[in-house]
């Protein structure tokens, strides 16, 4: 069975850093694009980047961009996001995304930034 | 940036009904759509792709349609289970950007 399981989420103070993973099993992972995506509390859904199968093309929403670096490591089936100069409205749970156009979703991991 | 707008953004149906929800692009984005579905709690999931291609899984009492400009998503019986927020998304042109939803609950 496919499996995302997210981990990294928590609480950060404003301007802090964190790193979010997701582990993937059950799929053939270096074929896939990948993805991140949250949603903030009582807010829609935000796609946030995705990372091609090479993780030679990146791309990424304007809010975060210069602050958050999408990877992988194919070796290990990993997936990760570097979250740095956190905001407030950077509060949301974190998806790990399989494809480039959000195919299938983990469950997400809960960041919070508050002081 | 696309924005895409969604309507209504909420509606109040029996189970049985058909229900219809209709996404808009600002603009045109051929057939990169996608249609989700969100539970309180829980992950989304994809329930179409291509704008009209169902997700491996997923009944047949969800369809989609559209290209261009206007989309529709249509559960033609609704079920208990489908009470949710559907979402669209649209994968043209980045940043990619999801509409702001639409809230199914019970009449």
């Known amino acids: 069975d496919v499996q995302l399981v997210e981990s990294g989420g928590g609480l950060v103070q404003p301007g802090g850093s964190l790193r979010l993973s997701c582990a993937a099993s059950?799929?053939?992972?270096?074929?896939?694009?990948m993805s991140w995506a949250r949603r903030a509390p009582g807010k829609g859904l935000e796609w946030v980047a995705n990372i091609k199968q090479d993780g030679g093309d990146k791309n990424y929403v304007d809010s975060v961009k210069g602050r958050f670096t999408i990877s992988r490591d194919n070796a290990k089936d990993s997936l990760y996001l570097q979250m740095s100069s956190l905001r407030v409205e950077d509060t949301a749970v974190y998806y790990c995304v399989i494809g480039g156009h959000l195919d299938n979703w983990g469950q997400g991991t809960l960041v919070t930034v508050s002081s | 940036d696309i924005q895409m707008t969604q309507s209504p953004s909420s509606l109040s149906a029996s189970v049985g009904d058909r229900v219809t929800i209709t996404c808009r692009a600002s603009?045109?984005?051929?057939?990169?759509l996608g249609w989700f579905q969100q539970k309180p709690g829980k992950a989304p999931k994809r329930l179409i792709y291509g704008a009209s291609t169902l997700q491996g899984g997923v009944p047949s009492r969800f369809s989609g349609s559209g290209s261009g400009t206007e989309f529709t998503l249509t559960i033609s019986s609704l079920q208990p289970e489908d009470f949710a927020t559907y979402y669209c998304?649209?994968?043209?042109?980045?940043?990619?950007?999801f509409g702001p939803g639409t809230k199914v609950d019970i009449k």
């Open positions: 998304l649209q994968h043209n042109t980045y940043p990619f950007t």
């Open positions: 059950g799929f053939s992972f270096s074929s896939y694009w």
């Open positions: 603009q045109a984005i051929r057939n990169e």
